[in-house]
């Protein structure tokens, strides 16, 4: 800002007033003409902000977005004496406030802006009286609290207790402004000041929204990805899908408490549908893994090892040599399931076990040549057993597959559902917050009924904003969906059953 420049105080006050959660304004002496002549701020302040699309002293919604006022007199020496009545300070405050009819706009505007901007029940006072006598003034610096006359260690002590009890800084009735939301504020209106320009309110809260969500975004998918990567692979479907149904929630979870203004839900959707893209990723590891275990599983057993040795050592090509061959490839199989039993069969092993029983039949046949205790009948009709026994296991295998696919979807389908209701459970406690304060502050205007069916149109005129919004997000979001192969369970499930499928 240019050093000298009229607007320069204006332009501080406005400034403190939209980052503050609390305005303490502090005067020496009585609430006076002079003493408002000094607040003009509040008569420019509607001229030097912009929310909602509006820039104008008559833009009533402002009320939903300033802060708290409170007027602190210093060395304040009048009796609060009216008529016969005390008065509270509070009540000092208001009758300093009323407009005066035989007085002039350069009396009332500054009162008037101060009760339109600022409704009464944001309005306090705190009179503080000198704090000692004039040895005490002059060792102030060098005094401890208790040393100060005890009236003003009562005032100061009710204002430090009222100010401690206010609500923290929030962007209208979203999420409390933390300390990188502060910093954003902070440079987008200061940038605005130094281009000469209005700070656009709107603007900057959808600014903060915007990084904000990118924060807690990238917080939330470092939580799933952390609960994701502790698993050990292999896992049983089951407890995969369990895991990540958990790991899920959890970060959405956190995703929903600490998003801010997230309008249509669309970051969160965008961190959903990462996830579940991450979880195509582990079922197919978790695939090949299993696909891996279970080789090694077959491989290892003891009995397995004796089938390999007698093969090679053509023990079964003898007479009931296959009746006996029969025998140990079920010893085999009783010992396979048996050892990989946490998984669900023949759904997760078949598949290693079909391959084993494939790479088996011209070892069978060429024992079945030899032996002669079958006849030619019976040989033929063990083949056709074989096969058909084989053909079995693919079919099984796949109508497992179906099964537990249709059951996987079931499930997330009613996660979704859970997501979804919670997501309109916040969407409709965040409006009714604002339907609230908006009915709150037409209260306020009972007795201006121009004023309130004007503020009525500004709030009509701020819904349908917002709703035009929501609306163009929605089709953004949907976009980006068709982009990516449709929606995310129907891409997610026909990249699973190609990775099951047998």
């Not at 503050?20 to 003409?33: E, R």
């Not at 002059?138 to 005094?143: A, G, K, P």
């Amino acid at each position: 800002m240019i050093q000298g420049d009229s607007n320069h105080d204006n332009r501080i006050f406005t400034l403190a007033t939209l980052l503050c959660s609390t305005l303490v304004y502090n005067m020496k002496g009585a609430f006076d003409q002079d003493a408002v002549n000094k607040l003009t701020f509040v008569s420019e302040m509607s001229k030097s902000i912009r929310f909602g699309r509006r820039c104008d002293e008559n833009n009533l919604l402002l009320q939903s977005i300033l802060p708290g006022f409170v007027l602190a007199l210093r060395d304040f020496s009048l009796k609060f004496i009216k008529g016969k009545r005390q008065l509270t300070p509070d009540e000092y405050l208001e009758e300093g406030l009323e407009n005066k009819p035989e007085k002039r706009a350069y009396f009332n505007k500054p009162r008037e802006c101060i009760r339109k901007f600022f409704p009464q029940e944001k309005r306090k006072c705190f009179a503080f009286p000198v704090p000692g006598d004039a040895d005490t003034l002059e060792n102030l610096d060098s005094l401890k609290f208790q040393d100060l006359s005890h009236r003003f260690q009562t005032v100061a002590t009710q204002f430090v207790s009222y100010i401690y009890r206010q609500e923290p800084k929030q962007l209208q009735v979203s999420e409390l402004v933390n300390g990188p939301m502060f910093a954003t504020l902070t440079r987008r209106y200061v940038d605005a000041f130094a281009k000469g320009i209005v700070p656009d309110v709107d603007d900057a809260f959808s600014t903060v929204a915007t990084i904000e969500n990118r924060r807690v975004k990238d917080e939330c998918m470092i939580m799933f990805r952390s609960r994701t990567n502790d698993m050990k692979l292999p896992l049983p479907s089951k407890s995969l899908d369990k895991h990540f149904k958990e790991a899920r929630w959890s970060a959405l979870e956190y995703m929903r408490t600490n998003a801010v203004q997230d309008v249509a839900n669309i970051v969160e959707r965008e961190a959903q549908m990462e996830m579940d893209l991450l979880w195509q990723q582990f079922q197919s590891q978790n695939k090949e893994e299993k696909e891996k275990h279970c080789t090694k599983v077959l491989s290892g057993l003891p009995s397995f090892s004796n089938l390999q040795a007698r093969l090679q050592k053509t023990d079964y090509e003898v007479l009931g040599g296959h009746r006996k061959f029969k025998r140990d490839v079920d010893m085999v199989k009783q010992k396979y399931e048996q050892a990989l039993r946490e998984y669900e069969q023949p759904r997760e092993i078949g598949l290693v076990w079909n391959n084993f029983v494939s790479d088996l039949c011209a070892d069978e046949n060429k024992i079945l040549e030899k032996d002669n205790e079958l006849s030619e009948d019976e040989k033929a009709r063990e083949k056709e057993e074989n096969a058909k026994s084989m053909e079995r296991m693919k079919v099984e295998m796949a109508e497992a597959n179906q099964k537990a696919l249709a059951k996987q979807r079931n499930e997330l389908d009613e996660q979704q559902k859970k997501l979804d209701a919670e997501r309109e459970r916040r969407d409709t406690e965040h409006q009714n917050k604002i339907a609230d304060l908006q009915n709150k502050l037409a209260a306020t205007l009972d007795e201006n009924k121009e004023a309130q069916r004007r503020m009525l149109k500004q709030i009509r005129a701020l819904h349908e904003e917002a709703e035009k919004r929501r609306e163009e997000m929605n089709n953004k979001f949907e976009a980006m969906q068709k982009r990516r192969g449709g929606n995310i369970l129907d891409v997610f499930f026909n990249t699973v059953k190609d990775i099951f499928d047998p």
